[in-house]
């Protein structure tokens, strides 16, 4: 695979950093990563939205314009010849002097890598994912922006950590109030009595571009959405769970922590297919549903 790195195509392999850049040393940066269906990546101008509104928070200052930005992304699609998989690029604020100071930084680094689409298994969509409640708290917005993906991704790191290491496919992680917030790297959804429930943005989780999807199906089908807050024994009261993100697309829960759930779930099978429908329709094809059994 070839990886583009700042200006230059390289072999992913080849591809080097400066040991100063604060993306490095401080995982001082934003990253996103998206599905690419057929060779399109999805709905890049999201992604690059997003990207753009986290430089704006952590005040990384931009080296190209986004237009720029979706060429490099497009142009390493095309080099690597990807027709189907994930792509993820990146922006550090560049490199400095040893310390905190971000003043005086300079080239900042923007790589592009791609890698070959890893849907998961058909039996695990058919049975279920077994998510663990995380004891690592989401870090609130008020200490770090909710709506930023930063490369310092090690809260997320720990918490899935936790998860696997106990036999588990996802972690769902709570506010410091005991509230339920989102995944290391998903959204979670939950029904209840036929109503699509999900926390709120306002609560400090990431406005994954997925979740939105999802969303735009609940509309298309006329399910009602409600996005609100609730604690974890709340999760006793709800007949479906389900979580997002870009790779997995939908993943049914089967548990979390001692609640069951079912699967498949008819809102949850309801909303996969119209999901699917309109990437279908946006992108002509949906490799994360492609899992064998």
Request: aromatic residues 8%; hydrophobic residues 45%.
């Amino acid at each position: 695979m070839l990886a583009f790195l700042n200006d230059t195509l390289v072999p992913m392999e080849e591809a080097r950093v400066p040991v100063m850049d604060r993306g490095f040393l401080y995982g001082d940066a934003v990253f996103e990563t998206m599905a690419v269906y057929e060779g399109r990546p999805f709905r890049l101008d999201r992604h690059l939205a997003r990207l753009v509104e986290a430089c704006r928070a952590v005040s990384i200052s931009l080296p190209c314009s986004a237009d720029m930005m979706e060429q490099r992304i497009l142009r390493t699609i095309e080099a690597n010849r990807l027709e189907n998989g994930l792509v993820r690029f990146s922006l550090t604020r560049g490199r400095s002097t040893r310390g905190l100071d971000t003043r005086g930084c300079s080239d900042p680094t923007f790589l592009v890598l791609c890698f070959p689409p890893k849907p998961p298994p058909a039996s695990l969509r058919r049975g279920g994912a077994t998510v663990e409640v995380s004891s690592w708290r989401r870090i609130p917005s008020r200490c770090l922006p909710s709506g930023a993906k930063t490369a310092n991704y090690l809260n997320n790191i720990l918490a899935f950590r936790e998860a696997a290491e106990r036999g588990a496919q996802e972690a769902l992680m709570l506010t410091l109030d005991d509230e339920v917030a989102e995944g290391t790297v998903s959204n979670f959804f939950f029904v209840r009595k036929g109503l699509l429930l999900t926390p709120p943005l306002d609560l400090g989780i990431l406005p994954g571009i997925t979740r939105l999807v999802v969303l735009e199906a609940a509309e298309r089908l006329g399910i009602v959405v409600r996005e609100c807050r609730f604690r974890l024994e709340d999760l006793a009261a709800f007949d479906e769970a389900f979580y997002t993100n870009s790779n997995v697309v939908m993943m049914p829960a089967g548990v979390i922590d001692e609640y069951r759930f079912q699967v498949p779930g008819v809102v949850t099978q309801a909303l996969q297919k119209e999901v699917a429908r309109l990437i279908l329709e946006e992108a002509g094809h949906c490799w994360a549903f492609d899992g064998s059994s």
